[in-house]
């Protein structure tokens, strides 16, 4: 790669977990960069009681790696990536959330697929790193599992997410605000900004060897945590499809029928075992979602992550 004077600027946005960030930020240190590009590190705490300051301001003393550090007091996720945004500098932007962390050649893959490719920015995988107290029936429910590509993919839009990407900032040109705050609460900011820019005739491709690992928090491992995101998500889905009659009838009619069948599948799942039956209670709470979106009533609206 002969891309010496090309400068990454990796964002992330943290919210109350200074342990987690303390981490990341140290993985970040031991980057490979093999002199093919300069990165620094730009936080965004959107805790406005700054509870990631000391963390940062500790890091930043000992690393050799540029950081800068930023508070967005307002608790919106598509705000505080807007101020990363702006804080960042260099030739490409890169996101990564506070709960994860990279291997040691995630951003040299992610910047050579780019380049590889010709591409406007490149995303990739995001594993579950799971611990020695997260249940078993958790770990073979494949709920924390998300699709993989093979590398050079094309994306299209809900194929995209800011856990781990890397893009070029030239796309912004005429962009003033990238993620939609008023949908900072609800979720798909990062899908929405991803689409626009597809429509804009960017294109992203799927780097399969740049993964990142996401911690499998405490509060993730309870049954109601996965039945709320897919009832949230279901729900914001129908409420998209109601914009149309016909999108409407199909959800009312499909929603309908799959969230008896896998009420009835999570029955019949007993004798499987617990991980088969919040599949399909998982999978049932997304389509009553959406069945709920369909007539007009999203049941979980805002995002209730830890």
Known sequence: MNGGADHIGVCVCTYKRPALLKLLLHELERQKQD??????VHIVDNDAMKTARSVVEDCRH????????????????????NRAVSASRGDFIAFMDDDEFPCEDWLIRLYAACREYRADGALGPVKPYYTADTPSWLKKSGLCERPSHPTGTILNGYQTRTGNVLFRRGILEGVTVP???EMGREGGEDIDFFRRMIARGHTFVWCEEAPVFEHILPERCKPRYYLDKYMRIGGLTGEAMRSTFGGRLHGIVRSGCMAVLFGALAACGLVLGPHAVMRSLVKGAYHTGVLAGCIGYVPIRERRDG
Do not use: H, K
Request: charge should be positive; hydrophobic fraction near 40%; proline fraction near 14%.
């Open 35 to 40: 002199g093919a590009f300069t990165f620094s």
């Open 62 to 81: 000992r690393s050799r790696v540029p950081m800068t550090y930023d508070v967005e007091p307002v608790q919106n996720i598509a705000l505080a990536r």
């Open 179 to 181: 993620f939609p705050p």
